[in-house]
């Protein structure tokens, strides 16, 4: 039977495994409270990787995941990131950030800073063994690369987080979303530099030039399009800027993200923008959860990278409390107040996975330090509402205070 199996069949069922295993996961297991549907779904990814459903039943697993089926769900994973890593740049505004800079400028520093410091020391740990280092990585790539994907948090996570406890337009979600922006372009920036080829540099910096230029134009454009027409040109200027990312090195989710942060959210309605962003996570994110997780590698046993992301999750959480805590005390918040805002912020999950995936991509990491920091990334993010949910009912006079 597999033999007279076309593609296209193979292709769907693959698609249909995607979708039918977390939903159902999600909804006969009840897992809302700690594991929303898109953790299930990179969960599941993991779970259809080679290292789960490949080592159970090799047979199966190539036979579904072959060759030319992993081809065409990777071209649907990289559109569905850019479009998601798009929308999240457009989304991002710094204009309460600026009003309120010298609290947003101390805690976003430091809930950057202490968590990348305490990772890049859990990397230099790692390069005393042999296979975490990707083949193309200088030994400061890697350490700034593993450092920072302890420190980053995942806004689009974070949003959903907040919604679900209630607390995304209190004063409080309001001041931790500044927190996080702020890191959003930090994060960003620091890919950028990891991935800076100096071999390329009249090509990267032609890209920047090129970048600044046709973003000026189009800024004008938009303002004179009918707002139906912003839509459309948005994802022409997301294609072309992804092209001229890659092409100059720099890699095309750092394209995407520089596409959507130079536009501004007001040129759209908000409720089409929060409609295509769940769409999005709904219709193709799924597929990009499951590419994610056919790159997992337990060839150094599962034991030994449970290890390290057990070492990587504590570098991460604990970096990100105590920063979070030293801004309390130099701002003057209230006792808890800074444990509640630090374990929002360490959620990671899709942002992070992006992030490592342009390392695994350029050869910075190898597959063995993704599957680490992919198991590191879900166990926080499925950590952080039980551990807060709690926090908030002890507390409920500061999801109701101003700062």
């Given at each position: 039977?597999?033999?007279?199996?076309?593609?296209?069949?193979?292709?769907?069922?693959?698609?249909?495994?995607?979708?039918?295993?977390?939903?159902?996961?999600?909804?006969?297991?009840?897992?809302?409270?700690?594991?929303?549907?898109?953790?299930?779904?990179?969960?599941?990814?993991?779970l259809l990787g080679p290292g789960i459903l490949g080592a159970a039943f090799p047979d199966y697993y190539t036979f579904v995941f072959n060759p030319a089926v992993i081809q065409s769900l990777n071209g649907i994973a990289w559109w569905a990131v850019m479009v998601f890593v798009w929308i999240a740049g457009i989304e991002l505004d710094l204009r309460k950030a600026w009003?309120?800079?010298?609290?947003?400028?101390?805690?976003?520093?430091?809930?950057?800073?202490?968590?990348?410091?305490?990772?890049?020391?859990?990397?230099?740990?790692?390069?005393?063994?042999?296979?975490?280092?990707?083949?193309?990585?200088?030994?400061?790539?890697?350490?700034?690369?593993?450092?920072?994907?302890?420190?980053?948090?995942?806004?689009?996570?974070?949003?959903?987080?907040?919604?679900?406890?209630?607390?995304?337009?209190?004063?409080?979600?309001?001041?931790?979303?500044?927190?996080?922006?702020?890191?959003?372009?930090?994060?960003?920036?620091?890919?950028?530099?990891?991935?800076?080829?100096?071999?390329?540099?009249?090509?990267?910096?032609?890209?920047?030039?090129?970048?600044?230029?046709?973003?000026?134009?189009?800024?004008?454009?938009?303002?004179?399009?009918?707002?139906?027409?912003?839509?459309?040109?948005?994802?022409?200027?997301?294609?072309?800027?992804?092209?001229?990312?890659?092409?100059?090195?720099?890699?095309?989710?750092?394209?995407?993200?520089?596409?959507?942060?130079?536009?501004?959210?007001?040129?759209?309605d908000q409720k089409q923008m929060d409609a295509l962003r769940h769409h999005v996570l709904l219709v193709v994110m799924p597929v990009f959860f499951l590419s994610t997780g056919l790159r997992t590698n337990w060839s150094m046993g599962g034991a030994t990278v449970f290890i390290v992301a057990g070492a990587l999750l504590f570098a991460s959480v604990s970096g990100k409390?105590?920063?979070?805590?030293?801004?309390?005390?130099?701002?003057?918040?209230?006792?808890?107040?800074?444990?509640?805002?630090?374990?929002?912020?360490?959620?990671?999950?899709?942002?992070?996975?992006?992030?490592?995936?342009?390392?695994?991509?350029?050869?910075?990491?190898?597959?063995?330090?993704?599957?680490?920091?992919?198991?590191?990334?879900?166990?926080?993010?499925?950590?952080?509402?039980?551990?807060?949910?709690?926090?908030?009912?002890?507390?409920?006079?500061?999801?109701?205070?101003?700062?």
């Amino acid at each position: 039977m597999h033999s007279t199996m076309s593609t296209t069949e193979i292709f769907l069922i693959a698609m249909t495994l995607i979708f039918t295993i977390p939903y159902l996961i999600w909804r006969v297991g009840k897992t809302e409270y700690y594991a929303p549907l898109v953790v299930v779904q990179i969960i599941t990814g993991i779970l259809l990787g080679p290292g789960i459903l490949g080592a159970a039943f090799p047979d199966y697993y190539t036979f579904v995941f072959n060759p030319a089926v992993i081809q065409s769900l990777n071209g649907i994973a990289w559109w569905a990131v850019m479009v998601f890593v798009w929308i999240a740049g457009i989304e991002l505004d710094l204009r309460k950030a600026w009003e309120h800079r010298r609290e947003s400028g101390i805690t976003a520093g430091l809930a950057l800073g202490t968590p990348l410091l305490f990772g890049c020391i859990a990397a230099i740990g790692m390069l005393s063994y042999d296979g975490w280092i990707g083949p193309k990585a200088y030994t400061w790539q890697f350490v700034m690369g593993v450092g920072m994907a302890c420190a980053v948090t995942a806004l689009p996570i974070l949003i959903l987080l907040m919604e679900k406890l209630e607390v995304l337009r209190q004063p409080i979600g309001q001041r931790i979303l500044r927190y996080a922006s702020l890191d959003d372009i930090a994060i960003w920036g620091v890919l950028a530099l990891i991935l800076m080829d100096w071999e390329r540099m009249g090509r990267q910096v032609g890209f920047l030039l090129a970048f600044g230029v046709a973003s000026y134009l189009l800024r004008k454009l938009m303002l004179w399009l009918p707002a139906r027409d912003r839509w459309y040109v948005g994802l022409i200027w997301l294609a072309v800027c992804g092209l001229g990312a890659d092409w100059s090195g720099l890699h095309f989710m750092v394209g995407a993200f520089l596409a959507g942060a130079i536009m501004d959210g007001d040129w759209f309605d908000q409720k089409q923008m929060d409609a295509l962003r769940h769409h999005v996570l709904l219709v193709v994110m799924p597929v990009f959860f499951l590419s994610t997780g056919l790159r997992t590698n337990w060839s150094m046993g599962g034991a030994t990278v449970f290890i390290v992301a057990g070492a990587l999750l504590f570098a991460s959480v604990s970096g990100k409390l105590l920063g979070t805590h030293i801004a309390g005390k130099i701002l003057k918040w209230e006792p808890g107040e800074g444990s509640i805002i630090g374990w929002l912020l360490q959620t990671k999950a899709l942002i992070m996975i992006i992030f490592v995936n342009v390392l695994l991509d350029k050869g910075i990491i190898t597959s063995e330090t993704f599957t680490a920091l992919l198991l590191m990334a879900v166990a926080s993010t499925m950590l952080t509402v039980p551990v807060v949910s709690p926090k908030l009912e002890r507390m409920k006079e500061i999801i109701f205070r101003s700062k």
